[in-house]
């Protein structure tokens, strides 16, 4: 079974940092690009960061760029995202998701991870 | 960037058919994705490459599209469709975009 499983999430002050994980199973990890898509509390969706299959390709949205870095460990199947200088508005759930074949959609989703900004 | 204009809301009567429009510049160029979101879960890729539907996913889903307008069609709708739905699309440059989201509410 296709399975991706976030974690990392939780409490941290303005200007904190904080590392997201995604745990990946089921598939070929690294024939795959892998993304993280975040949703603010009642709120729509919003696409973060993507990787390419091999790690050699980042995209970030402008949002992030300079803040966050996307990373993978193609041994371990595992997605990381490192969050500094976090903001109010980062808060939301963070979504690891599995790109498409065609690189241009998400099929598969985490359940979700859970960060809050806040003093 | 661009954007992806979606109408906030929809409703429909079980067994009528919900259409939910995605308006923008780029997409006669790039396909068009969509999502459903029930409260508490994960989004699911309900259609791919603007008229696929992935394996699982019911046939009363489809997708069009015409010019700058992508429509999801939901035939015969049924109560547990009730949810938020959402169009993506993406260009070559590693840039997503996620249209704001329809709630369709079944009457």
């Known amino acids: 079974e296709v399975q991706l499983l976030e974690s990392g999430g939780g409490l941290v002050q303005p200007g904190g940092s904080l590392r997201l994980s995604c745990a990946a199973s089921g598939f070929t990890f690294s024939s795959y690009a892998m993304s993280w898509v975040r949703q603010a509390p009642g709120k729509g969706l919003e696409w973060v960061s993507t990787?390419?299959?091999?790690?050699?390709?980042?995209y970030y949205a402008d949002s992030v760029k300079g803040r966050f870095t996307i990373s993978r460990d193609n041994f371990k199947n595992t997605l990381y995202l490192q969050m500094n200088s976090l903001r109010a508005e980062d808060t939301a759930v963070y979504y690891c998701?599995?790109?498409?074949?065609?690189?241009?959609?998400?099929?598969?989703w985490g359940q979700g991870t859970m960060v809050t900004v806040s003093s | 960037s661009y954007e992806l204009t979606q109408p906030p809301s929809v409703s429909v009567s079980p067994g009528q058919t919900a259409r939910i429009t995605c308006s923008g510049d780029a997409l006669p160029k790039q396909y068009a994705y969509w999502y459903q979101q029930k409260p508490g879960q994960a989004p699911v890729l309900v259609i791919y490459q603007d008229n696929e539907r992935p394996s699982g996913i019911p046939e009363r889903f489809s997708g069009s599209g015409s010019g700058t307008t992508v429509t999801l069609t939901i035939s015969g709708v049924q109560a547990e469709d009730e949810a938020d739905y959402y169009c993506?699309?993406?260009?070559?440059?590693?840039?997503?975009?996620f249209g704001s989201g329809t709630k369709v509410t079944v009457l």
């Open positions: 998701a599995k790109t498409t074949g065609d690189g241009f959609a998400f099929d598969i």
């Open positions: 990787i390419s299959g091999t790690g050699g390709s980042t």
């Open positions: 993506q699309s993406a260009d070559s440059s590693g840039t997503y975009v």
